[in-house]
Nanobody, 116 residues
Framework: QVQPVESGGGLVQAGGSLRLSCTTS????????MGWYRRAPEKQRELVGT???????VYADSVKGRFTISRDDAKNTVYLQMNSLKPLDTAVYYC??????????WGQGTQVTVSS
């Protein structure tokens, strides 16, 4: 399928908010999970959160209570609402879609920088 496209990254002060968007052409019936991952400088890529086709969500402990994943099925879009941002949240954020036929589709990433 076509590569997912992320948007919404940028520079924000600590305590601020950003909302990331990821749009895909993959239909809902072919999607098992949609998720967000991030890679900070000198760090391994880590899971931020996922949402299943049934709407169940999973979050990393580091973002629980601050980040929220949601979907708009009509727009084939998944969102990551990020509140109370910290400098440690600075990273490149990637959208990933896992299909029901076991293929993975990654976006190119969007930079989020949180200043202190």
């Amino acid at each position: 399928q076509v590569q997912p496209v992320e948007s919404g990254g940028g520079l924000v002060q600590a305590g601020g908010s950003l909302r990331l968007s990821c749009t895909t052409s993959i239909t809902r019936s072919n999607i098992m999970t949609m998720g967000w991952y991030r890679r900070a400088p000198e760090k391994q890529r880590e899971l931020v959160g996922t949402i299943t086709s049934g709407g169940n969500t999973v979050y990393a402990d580091s973002v629980k209570g601050r980040f929220t994943i949601s979907r708009d099925d009509a727009k084939n879009t998944v969102y990551l609402q990020m509140n109370s941002l910290k400098p440690l949240d600075t990273a490149v954020y990637y959208c990933k879609i896992l299909t029901t036929y076991r293929s993975e589709h990654w976006g190119q990433g969007t930079q989020v920088t949180v200043s202190s």
